[in-house]
Nanobody, 115 residues
Framework: QVQLVESGGGLVQAGGSLRLSCAAS????????MGWYRQAPGKERELVAR???????DYADSVKGRFTISRANARNTVYLQMNSLKSEDTAVYYC?????????WGQGTQVTVSS
């Protein structure tokens, strides 16, 4: 089993910044991918960004140029730096950890961007 602990959500004005963190613990495999998904009210959960242990990244088109994902492999921690936030970024953000035996999810953290 893998446990995920998220932090960093909150309320911010449009144009502002937030940084999300997610730390994984438990049965960690050396090769994995960590990322962030989000789900707004009435919408499906969508990928925001993800990063592999090798450093390969993938971003949703809607956040490219504004969000940056990074990780500290030694701490099994992934970060999401969110800049130039927009009202449409408002959602619950979920940390995702993926390895050979499946996907694991955090409890979610609310990000609210006021216009």
């Amino acid at each position: 089993q893998v446990q995920l602990v998220e932090s960093g959500g909150g309320l911010v004005q449009a144009g502002g910044s937030l940084r999300l963190s997610c730390a994984a613990s438990g049965s960690i495999f050396v090769i994995n991918a960590m990322g962030w998904y989000r789900q707004a009210p009435g919408k499906e959960r969508e990928l925001v960004a993800r990063i592999t242990t090798g450093g390969s990244t993938d971003y949703a088109d809607s956040v490219k140029g504004r969000f940056t994902i990074s990780r500290a492999n030694a701490r099994n921690t992934v970060y999401l730096q969110m800049n130039s936030l927009k009202s449409e970024d408002t959602a619950v953000y979920y940390c995702n950890y993926r390895q050979y035996n499946g996907d694991y999810w955090g409890q979610g953290t609310q990000v609210t961007v006021s216009s």
